[in-house]
């Protein structure tokens, strides 16, 4: 059974199209990331996916309902967490745990239980009768979760829910996204972390409002077009001015003080140290390395950029 079901999905606001031609998947109790950079149309499509805006055209059934016809379900029965963590800052944990069980409709006589519960989830034992205001970030950002599943939703949509929280508060932020999804628990998450895209079943790369690639992250690393050169100079600028555009180059980027090239393949090696030699630039290391979902994205949109090609297809994938 699949929790989302996205077909053709267009969300146009006169001739700007935010959200163009999206179709993917989401099966019950996996991790979907939708990964892009700002202003790729990742926030625009979970809107539509939560009902709060209509598509322009194309069908997206979420939980068995269509967002169109029946937006309502939909909002009663997801869990949604942004990144400005929608909090009230004069109320206490507990009051707002509270607060959004009583709005999602949880029984009176399960509040109390489900507050204990989700205080004890989010780590915030100790800090429970605190005001909101006074709470770190990685802790406001655990209690924002704890409220967005207080009704036990078995879809939960977390759009840039990790923005500004510090690396260490994020893996523990996926470590309970982990065990909500070991549950039967479906998520989408928006990010523009590559990092984070590791922890999802499966990334749909977003760019430009469309989706320039759509599979598990092991799979789009692996079949990245060409060879990743990871290369050690005297000089990283001038390599990728010098390079950029050459026969057989498909992508450059500059990582600190190392350069990346995707090349088409490992004949170009050759063109491009001779390329370099004949500019005196001086190689310190040379190598051929696995490639990083960032450059499986930058080497996307290049080829995006290049092409009207459609999307990778999506992987058939079996339920463990």
């Not at 555009?245 to 090239?261: K, M, P």
Request: hydrophobic fraction near 40%; proline fraction near 4%; glycine fraction near 6%.
């Amino acid at each position: 059974m699949n929790s989302v079901e996205v077909n053709h999905l267009t969300r146009n606001f006169n001739d700007f199209f935010a959200v163009n031609d999206l179709s993917f998947y989401i099966p019950q109790g996996e991790i979907f990331g939708l990964l892009g950079p700002n202003g790729a149309g990742k926030t625009t499509t979970i809107r539509v996916l939560c009902g709060i805006m209509l598509p322009s055209s194309g069908s997206v059934n979420v939980l068995g309902y269509d967002v169109t016809r029946n937006p309502n379900e939909v909002k009663s029965r997801i869990g949604y967490m942004s990144q400005k963590f929608s909090l009230y800052n004069d109320l206490t944990p507990v009051e707002n745990i509270t607060f959004y069980a009583s709005i999602y409709g949880v029984p009176k006589k399960d509040r109390a239980d489900r507050v204990k519960e989700l205080i004890k989830m989010a780590d915030l034992s100790g800090h429970e009768r605190q005001l909101t205001r006074n709470l770190s970030g990685a802790w406001r950002q655990r209690l924002a979760l704890a409220c967005a599943i207080v009704h036990r939703p078995s879809m939960i949509f977390l759009d840039e829910a990790t923005a500004g929280v510090d690396p260490v508060s994020r893996r523990e932020f996926w470590d309970l996204i982990y065990d909500l999804a070991s549950e039967g628990v479906s998520v989408l998450a928006t990010t523009h972390y590559m990092d984070e895209a590791e922890y999802c079943n499966t990334i749909g790369m977003m760019y430009q409002g469309k989706l320039v690639a759509l599979a598990s992250p092991e799979t789009l690393k692996n079949n990245l077009p060409g060879v990743l050169v990871q290369l050690e100079c005297d000089r990283p600028g001038d390599v990728v001015k010098l390079v950029s555009g050459q026969d057989g180059v498909i992508n450059t980027t500059i990582h600190g003080a190392l350069v990346h090239l995707t090349l088409k393949d490992a004949s170009v090696e050759t063109l491009v140290k001779e390329t370099l030699a004949h500019a005196k630039i001086k190689i310190k290391a040379w190598e051929v390395i696995q490639p990083s979902l960032e450059d499986v994205f930058l080497t996307m949109v290049s080829e995006q950029l290049s092409t009207t090609e459609t999307p990778v297809k999506q992987e058939k994938r079996r339920k463990a």
